[in-house]
């Protein structure tokens, strides 16, 4: 893929790319950092937001997302 574009893409800008364009989308940013793998950290997060796979796969298709086309 980097020869393809002519950068250097490593996870850390993928991430970047990632969670920069899923705000854009009007992702929540509690939503972004659960698909970058940070866990929950406050009392909403932990007992009364959904996590499961259905829930982000839903936010990730509606964000309308594509990373390689």
Known sequence: M???VGVKVTVQ?????????????GV???YIDAYCGRTK???L???Y???SPER???I?????????E
Do not use: H, I
């Open 45 to 47: 997060e932990e007992y």
């Open 60 to 68: 990730y298709d509606e964000a309308g997302l594509t990373v390689c």
């Open 13 to 25: 800008k993928l991430r970047r790319w990632f969670a920069t364009e899923m705000s854009r989308c």
């Open 28 to 30: 929540d940013a509690t």
């Open 2 to 4: 980097s020869e393809d």
């Open 49 to 51: 937001l959904d996590y």
């Open 41 to 43: 950290s406050s009392v």
């Open 56 to 58: 982000l796969k839903e």
